[in-house]
């Protein structure tokens, strides 16, 4: 992955950032979008002060032609697109509104497409490259209270397999990853809002949940990002990696 040029959506904080710091570290010209102008700010001063390389581009994955001028402002090819940014939302149908449904629709498929349909002709350009996915567990089995987010994430799932099809004969992989829980900033931010007082005691319900006893971190995630993407992922497509702590194999 040397030299290669990544963008990543989402990338000033939780799992996304991990894949910034991975990607630079790795040697890539990495380009991460996110609408936090202050933390994309830091991120990208953290990362050129180290030495390596990484560019933040301000702005929304849910307004195309914004989108479209931001990817457009990268020079030359792009060997990497990885699809992280995302919303989440709790709830079932009933106390889903439509707005909560709409704004999750927006960001985590609408945003998913834009990316992939903007990125697309500098893949080809380059003769190939690779598209990643951020899926979830929550696409192929059922959590409770996550309707309208699980919804979202089998859009994903299934946008894979079709773009996988669609562009393999263009050298274009596409892939995605379905994480179990993982602990980000959103996890503790959840906790502190609905059980304060009881953050250690849930956090530690949540964590086991996983079969192997605790959450995953960000950069697992990242590690298993940067595997697929690399050349050494060359035979890899159409395909959906859990990384859940044994959550859908051994749960079941």
């Given amino acids: 992955m040397n030299s290669k040029t990544v963008l990543i959506t989402g990338g000033a904080s939780g799992i996304g950032l991990a894949m910034v710091k991975k990607f630079a570290a790795e040697g890539c010209q990495v380009y991460f979008i996110d609408t936090n102008h202050v933390e994309g700010t830091k991120v990208q001063a953290e990362i050129s002060e180290k030495g390596l390389q990484a560019t933040f581009l301000e702005g929304s994955i849910t307004d195309y032609s914004q989108l479209e001028n931001l990817i457009h402002s990268i020079p030359g090819k792009i060997d990497t697109l990885i699809n992280n940014a995302g919303v989440s939302h709790i709830g079932k149908v009933e106390n889903t509104s439509e707005e909560d449904f709409d704004r999750l629709f927006q960001v985590n498929v609408k945003g998913m497409f834009n990316c992939i349909k903007a990125c697309l002709p500098k893949l080809k350009e380059n003769g190939g490259g690779s598209i ?95 595997f697929i993407s690399s050349d050494a992922g060359s035979f890899i497509t159409g395909s959906n990696f859990n990384i859940d702590g044994g959550f859908m194999g051994l749960k079941m």
């Avoid at 959590?143 to 946008?159: E, Q």
Wanted: hydrophobic share 45%; glycine share 8%.
């Fill in 132 to 226: 990643l996915n951020m899926c979830s567990v929550a696409a192929t089995i059922g959590i409770p209270d996550r309707f309208a987010y699980s919804m979202t994430k089998g859009a994903a799932l299934s946008m894979t397999l079709s773009v996988a099809r669609d562009y393999v004969a263009d050298g274009i992989r596409c892939n995605c990853l379905s994480p179990g829980r993982v602990h980000t900033p959103f996890v503790d931010g959840f906790l502190a809002k609905s059980y304060p007082g009881q953050e250690a005691e849930m956090f530690a319900k949540l964590a086991a949940s996983q079969p192997i006893g605790r959450m995953g971190t960000p950069e697992e995630i990242a590690e298993m990002a940067f």
